[in-house]
């Protein structure tokens, strides 16, 4: 008797990314490391800064633990200076860390606090973070375990842009540090993501994003025997490459949308 096996289920095919709004004037991009942005979206940000907004970076942690042939106290000042190096090549001058430990960053009300209250005080319209879900990959599947860091941030990110708009959550910002509540965030965007909704255009930001990850060189160096000029290029035109097919062919930056 002949085995019956039931079908795969087709693969639905994926939808037009739409583009990313663009009536905001102000953004905030919350990250767990150094490059973590530089890897995720540094083209969009270099045209968003060139048509005059403004966009400010914050860490949670130093990326210390990034480098196993560099002790922390000796790396977290290095990796520092290439994350403020590397965010002036997309044109942020303002780059903040939160200074908890790279690799045991856990979600919870103090990561929340923390975030609500840079919302509160930077007043975004837009924030951007990075894939918070359990794995990398297609949206058809497969994929790479996330970090934790990545994961308690990103979570952190979503719950901290409502946070920050009631003022009966976190009270002792608005009553210690006079953080009045923000409830402007109208959208809060994950790179990254393997469901993206929307993208931007990376074509006018992709070299200076090449530049910018490119200012990583300490943390590079160690991560691949790659020119980092050459793997540097690969990963990121490769990646907007990729995109391109559900964006009119353009090469963009993903981007899972959450409106709020």
Known sequence: MTEQRDQPEPLQPLQPLQPMPTDWQRA?????????????????????????????????????AGID?????????????????????????????????DGVVEYGLGLRRDIAAAIRRHRPE??????????????????????????????????????????????????????????????VAVAGSSTPTHAADAGPGLERSIAS????????????DQDPAEYVRTFLTG???????RFGGRPAVPFEVFPR
Do not use: M
Not at 29 to 38: F, M, N, W
């Open 69 to 101: 042939t560099l002790a922390p106290a000796d790396c977290a000042p290095l990796r520092e200076a290439e994350q403020r190096a590397s965010a002036a090549v997309v044109g942020v001058s303002e780059v903040e860390f939160l200074d908890y430990r």
């Open 239 to 245: 990646n907007a490459q990729q995109a391109a097919a």
């Open 28 to 64: 905030l991009a919350v990250v767990a490391h150094p490059d973590d942005l530089e890897y995720g979206c540094a083209a969009a940000v270099a045209d968003w800064t060139d048509g005059g907004r403004e966009v400010v970076y914050l860490l949670a942690t130093r990326g210390e």
């Open 126 to 187: 837009l924030v951007v973070t990075l894939n918070h879900r359990d794995t990398w990959g297609g949206a058809q599947g497969g994929g790479f375990w996330n970090t934790p860091d990545h994961k308690a941030v990103g979570r952190a990110v979503l719950d901290a842009a409502g946070d920050a708009g009631n003022r009966w959550i976190f009270p002792e910002l608005l009553t210690e540090q006079g953080l009045e509540p923000w409830n402007g965030v109208r959208w």
């Open 213 to 224: 990850l490119l200012e990583h060189k300490a943390y590079i160096e160690v991560l691949t």
